[in-house]
């Protein structure tokens, strides 16, 4: 990574969190996290709190002055839970208000003292949960981000009794948990109950002194994982276990959060998917099957895999800083479809043009047009096709999207090199910074 980049990163914070000019490099993490905290209100936390009523959590350990407020408690202890009320069967679910079952404990920000929850049993291997906060206050990804599926239409005939998972909860303390329907009595795919955690208070997890990871303990979904589940996904990361995260050696502490940094090991990179596969044993039927589980939200967010000391159970936890609670849980029953039906949540790949297909050169740091017109030459004069060749966000004056830098890059020397391309029949690409535009 280049350090004019990295600099340009920094720029970029800075402006993402508006006062903290004066903060260190180790601040900002936590300052961004803080400052987002200040102005939402942590429902999920409460949602969970029984669970968090039982551990003893760890005080959160935020640098002083930045969350230090003597307004929120930081202390989930007295915090009431929330109650099912005003259930309303649906054809294709269920929709029910969550009330905060006792009073606010205002630990972290001001309690949501109204919830909806929306169950909805959109294909026969989808299954819909949201939970957000009846006000509509709360940031949700609007629609034109990507197309959610639509409800079922009223006239379809109900899944709710044939689909292939099936939702069942608690009403008071509310919780959850999500089973297949051919295997109601085996561990849940998904469970927030309290009863199915692991009984001992989880360990600091990775590396506690790192900023990002100043929400040690902080409470907010939880659910029972089988002990050393076969977990895939959360990127986007460079991961040290490799594709199968790690849940019981040091755990796994997955930030998402986009950011512009190359390949640091186990770290937020420039994608964010809330979305894992979990591969899972079935000793009963000796068979095995996967299922996926997707929470729709931009919320940053810290998710967690971890085996407490000498427990028979692990756990995945997610930690957001705001939104809602809007999970698609995808049956499987193999890895092939999971994926197949998460592309029916979120889209499919775009087509692509043949010669996208082809040879492409790209690197950062070209110093000019003239070594980049070099490239070209010199790949052809080693015989190498080259379909397309890239310039990186050097190419920009300033690092500006779509102004080429006048010295480096003029103007007219830019335009005939593209037109000696596609006079060959070749393509050029530039980098747009989505951070910065
Ligand atoms: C949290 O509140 C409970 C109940 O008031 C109290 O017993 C406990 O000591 C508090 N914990 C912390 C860390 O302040
Ligand atoms: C909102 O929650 C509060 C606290 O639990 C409850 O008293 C109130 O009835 C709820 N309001 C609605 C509209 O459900
Ligand atoms: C699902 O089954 C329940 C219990 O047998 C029944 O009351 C309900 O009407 C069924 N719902 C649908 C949509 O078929
Ligand atoms: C922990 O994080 C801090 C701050 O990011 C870093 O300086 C330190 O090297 C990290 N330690 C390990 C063991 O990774
Ligand atoms: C846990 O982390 C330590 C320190 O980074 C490393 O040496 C060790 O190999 C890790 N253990 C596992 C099981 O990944
Ligand atoms: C379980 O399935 C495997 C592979 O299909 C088979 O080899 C094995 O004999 C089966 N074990 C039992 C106990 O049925
Ligand atoms: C874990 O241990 C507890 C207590 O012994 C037991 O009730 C529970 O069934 C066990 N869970 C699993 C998944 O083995
Ligand atoms: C372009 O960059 C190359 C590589 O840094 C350098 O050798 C060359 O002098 C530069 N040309 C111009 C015209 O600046």
């Known amino acids: 990574m280049d350090q004019e980049r990295r600099s340009q990163g920094q720029q970029t914070a800075k402006m993402l969190i508006a006062d903290g ?18 102005g939402l209100s942590f429902y999920c936390l409460l949602l969970f709190a029984e669970m968090a009523k039982s551990h003893t959590w760890k005080a959160i350990d935020l640098q002083a002055g930045l969350i ?8 989930v202890s007295t915090c009431p839970g929330y109650s099912l009320e005003s259930l309303k069967q649906t054809q ?24 909806t929850i929306d169950v909805t049993y959109e294909t026969q291997a989808r299954l819909h949960v949201n939970i957000y906060d009846t006000a509509l206050a709360q940031f949700t990804l609007p629609s034109e981000f990507f197309d959610r599926p639509a409800a079922p239409p ?14 069942n909860y608690d009403a008071s303390p509310f919780a959850f948990w999500i ?21 001992t208070p989880i360990a600091p997890i990775a590396n506690a002194s790192d900023p990002s990871t100043g929400f040690e303990a902080f409470p907010l979904l939880t659910s029972a994982l089988p002990l050393d589940a076969n977990i895939y996904g959360l990127g986007e990361v460079v991961s040290s276990s490799g594709f199968r995260r790690d849940v019981t050696g040091n755990g796994t502490l997955q930030t998402l959060w986009a950011r512009d940094d190359a390949d640091p090991v186990d770290q937020n990179i420039y994608g964010s998917h809330a979305i894992y596969l979990e591969h899972r044993f ?19 967010s810290d998710i967690l895999l971890a085996t407490p000391p000498s427990s028979n159970t692990s756990l995945i936890q997610y930690r957001l800083i705001g939104g809602t609670l809007d999970l698609y849980f995808l049956s499987g029953p193999d890895p092939k479809s999971v994926i197949e039906q998460y592309g029916e949540v979120v889209g499919l790949p775009t087509w692509q043009p043949m010669w996208g297909f082809g040879f492409h050169l790209c690197r950062w740091g070209y110093s000019n047009i003239s070594e980049v017109e070099d490239q070209v030459k010199n790949m052809r004069a080693a015989g190498i096709p080259l379909e397309v060749m890239w310039n990186d966000i050097d190419l920009y004056h300033s690092l500006r999207d779509f102004t080429s830098d006048p010295i480096s890059y003029p103007g007219d020397q830019m335009r005939n090199f593209i037109r000696e391309l596609a006079s060959n029949g070749q393509h050029c690409s530039r980098h747009l ?3 910065y535009s």
């Open 179 to 199: 089973t297949r329907r051919s295997a109601p009595r085996a561990a849940p795919l998904f469970d927030t109950r309290i009863g199915s955690l692991p009984p």
């Open 433 to 435: 910074h989505r951070n």
């Open 282 to 300: 079935n000793q009963a039927s000796n068979s095995s099957q996967s299922h996926g589980v997707f929470l729709n939200s931009a919320a940053g």
């Open 68 to 75: 230090d407020s003597p307004q929120w408690s930081l202390n």
């Open 21 to 38: 000019s004066s903060l260190t490099e180790s601040d900002k993490t936590t300052y961004i996290y803080a400052t987002a905290m200040f």
């Open 92 to 115: 294709h679910g269920l929709t029910a208000q969550l009330n905060l079952a006792g009073p606010a404990c205002n630990a972290f920000s001001e309690d949501i003292a109204n919830l």
């Open 154 to 167: 009223n006239s379809s005939p109900s899944l709710v009794n044939s689909s292939d998972l099936v939702f």
